[in-house]
């Protein structure tokens, strides 16, 4: 009888005790660069592709082989920080207007949404995008960017629009898992 008001017990606390975030990550998978200083979790199922001079990481949906999230890295300009560099909308509308959707791309990038999070004394701007091709199909964008060591980072997750709201809590779960150090 004791044995089993022991594991009771035990069960109980354990799952009373258990971190609320494990949840958000079901589906998930780790990725740690600890070269670059970064990570991030990324959907189960996806593969890592190597891009010859294109972002630091790219992996990719097995089945929807364009939907993908990657991380790229530039210099930041004269060491400034990610607040110095513009508010979350200015970043924004400078990542549609030159990466997104650049003049003579026939893409068109409408900016739904730009907020600031901070995580571990870090700021990060998370961006929400829908792009239009010009052959009619559209993305959904995500980015996450935040400065660290002299360097913009920038985790970018897309996916097809039509697929968007089926898969929208993972990627969201994924964009705001992305960490610099």
């Not at 070269?35 to 959907?43: E, I, N, S």
């Not at 200015?90 to 907020?115: C, D, F, W």
């Not at 870090?122 to 792009?131: A, D, H, P, Q």
Request: proline residues 4%; positive net charge; glycine residues 6%.
């Amino acid at each position: 009888m004791w044995k089993r008001i022991t594991l009771i017990l035990l069960l109980v606390l354990t799952f009373s005790m258990t971190n609320p975030g494990t949840a958000t990550a079901a589906g998930l998978k780790s990725f740690v660069d600890t070269q670059d200083g970064y990570q991030f979790l990324y959907p189960n199922g996806w593969l890592q592709v190597k891009v010859a001079n294109g972002p630091d990481v790219v992996f990719h949906d097995l089945i929807e082989a364009t939907e993908n999230v990657s991380v790229v890295i530039s210099p930041v300009p004269e060491g400034k920080n990610l607040v110095e560099l513009g508010t979350p909308t200015e970043i924004g509308y400078k990542l549609q207007k030159n990466a997104l959707a650049p003049e003579g791309s026939g893409r068109t990038a409408e900016l739904v949404n730009a907020e600031e999070k901070e995580v571990k004394d870090k700021k990060y701007y998370i961006l929400e995008y829908v792009i239009q091709f010009p052959n009619g199909k559209k993305r959904h964008d995500l980015a996450s960017i935040a400065t660290s060591r002299g360097k913009l980072f920038t985790f970018n997750a897309s996916v097809a629009e039509r697929r968007w709201r089926r898969v929208k809590k993972i990627i969201r779960d994924s964009v705001n898992s992305f960490e610099v150090y």
